[in-house]
């Protein structure tokens, strides 16, 4: 899930609030490390990819935590509140997860 795609978590919202669900949603957001053209392209065997989206993101001189942030900010607006961050650098994940979620608040 990326901000650049936002409208189906809105929509996904609506439709569970509207029929009364109490079970909460939990929404992956995929870590995007940059927008190489390669590694995009074969993201998309996997997953729906926002490639021009994230090649504008990364462009305006976003860094990958900021554009993870705006994904959960975006997603927080849109009415999801429980999310997963999938793609995190092993090595680097407990440092890379506090960047994010400090930009996200």
Not at 42 to 67: C, M, N, Q, Y
Not at 68 to 94: E, K, M, V, W
């Amino acid at each position: 899930m990326s901000h650049h795609d936002a409208s189906h978590v809105e929509k996904f919202v609506s439709a569970a609030e509207r029929r009364g669900l109490s079970l909460p949603g939990v929404f992956g957001v995929f870590f995007y490390r940059s927008a190489n053209a390669k590694t995009l392209e074969i993201l998309k065997s996997f997953l729906p990819v926002p490639a021009d989206g994230l090649r504008k993101d990364f462009a305006s001189g976003a860094s990958a935590e900021e554009v993870c942030a705006q994904t959960i900010r975006t997603l927080r607006d849109a009415g999801a509140r429980h999310f997963y961050i999938s793609n995190l650098p092993i090595g680097r994940a407990p440092a890379v997860l506090q960047a994010i979620l400090d930009k996200a608040s």
